[in-house]
């Protein structure tokens, strides 16, 4: 795997913990770190779906990938519609848990790219829904 690939990855997770740590700060009001952690979350959450539309039609794939990769933009945005709702953070942290063990099983990948994106994959993905814990925890 390209180390541009694990350096961006590891970028995607900067305003997770960036936001995390400023709920322990006053540099801004709770509720728009609450808001802008949401809006990041939502936004990446639709990226992986972005993955699995070009994996289906790439690959000529069945056509249940394309509507499964319409799930990601679609939760995204309900819950970029219910931001202050309690739900909101848990629904986005399990969405990211499943479309893991979703790449997993359908996503075509060389070979020789399984393990190491496999294994990037849930390290991400590990950070993400720790820090959707911590954000909810920490309101």
Known sequence: MQPLIKQLGYAGLLPFIGLNAL???DILPQSLVYLYFTQYSAVLLSFFG????Y????????????????????VGWICLTQTG??????????????MMFYDKQVLTLPKE???????????LTTVVVLSH??????R
Do not use: C, E
């Open 23 to 25: 709920t322990f700060t």
């Open 50 to 53: 972005g993955v699995h539309w």
């Open 55 to 74: 994996d289906a039609i790439s690959s000529n794939k069945p056509a249940h990938q394309m509507y499964v990769a319409m799930l990601p933009t679609i």
């Open 85 to 98: 709702a309690p739900w909101v953070l848990g629904v986005l942290s399990i969405s990211y848990l499943l």
């Open 113 to 123: 790219m399984v393990v190491a994106y496999t294994k990037l994959r849930m390290q």
């Open 133 to 138: 814990a911590l954000m909810i925890f920490s």
